[in-house]
């Protein structure tokens, strides 16, 4: 099956800095998803982006599709994007297959 | 903002014992998943469901599950004799499409302990 791979799988941060994470994927996708997990345990849909770019307040994010690659950007961040961000795309059928995550830890 | 609303938020019971979760979907939505996240782990795919029936399946929905969509709002998961691994948080998505190119937006979960 397909492989999500992202990194890296663990990031501190101090607050005000930027950061960039990154998801690689084994094979061609059609649907893409960043999430981010609060502490909580909510899973929050933060972008769909099978391919190009997106940009939604601090956080942007690009697919380069045909490179199996997505970049997850966060500029300027603040405590409360600390969480777990994951990556999922959908392999066959309607089957969202997860990364392992990156957890952030933005330190004030 | 439409949004998977799914209750109850946290739910304890013991083990052999029946749960339900459940989940109200966007409204205009037509597909339906349960996902499951075990502590400190990947997100799980657990079942697909559309037009009443189940779609597809992870080797992780066994005969202790079943899915059901009971009216023209809710959507469950049932889970018959828990057992302690089945502690976990438990995701309800869904998507106004099916197949490979539509977005699926996840609900805040239900997490379920089992003791």
């Known amino acids: 099956g397909i492989q999500v791979e992202q990194s890296p799988p663990d990031l501190i941060l101090q607050e005000g800095a930027n950061s960039t994470l990154r998801c690689n994927f084994s094979d061609s996708v059609n649907n893409l998803q960043w999430f981010h997990q609060n502490p909580w345990g909510q899973l929050i849909n933060l972008f769909y982006?099978?391919?190009g770019t997106k940009q939604n307040g601090r956080l942007s994010a690009t697919t380069v599709a045909t490179e199996r690659y997505s970049l997850l950007y966060i500029s300027s961040s603040q405590t409360t994007d600390s969480g777990v961000y994951f990556c999922a795309v959908v392999e066959y059928g309607n089957k969202l297959v997860f990364g392992a995550g990156t957890i952030l830890r933005v330190k004030s | 903002e439409p949004e998977v609303t799914q209750t109850p938020s946290h739910q304890v019971t013991q083990m052999g014992q029946e749960v339900i979760l459940r989940c109200v979907p966007i409204s205009n939505h037509l597909y339906f998943y349960w996902y499951r996240q075990i502590l400190g782990q990947k997100v799980e795919f657990l079942v697909s469901f559309y037009n009443n029936e189940i779609s597809e399946k992870s080797e992780i929905f066994d005969d202790q599950f079943s899915v059901e969509r009971p009216d023209g709002s809710n959507f469950t998961l049932k889970i018959r004799s828990t057992k302690l691994e089945d502690s976990a948080m438990y995701f309800c998505a869904s998507s106004d499409r099916g197949g490979r190119g539509y977005e699926q937006y996840f609900g805040p979960g239900t997490r379920l302990t089992v003791t």
């Open positions: 982006i099978p391919s």
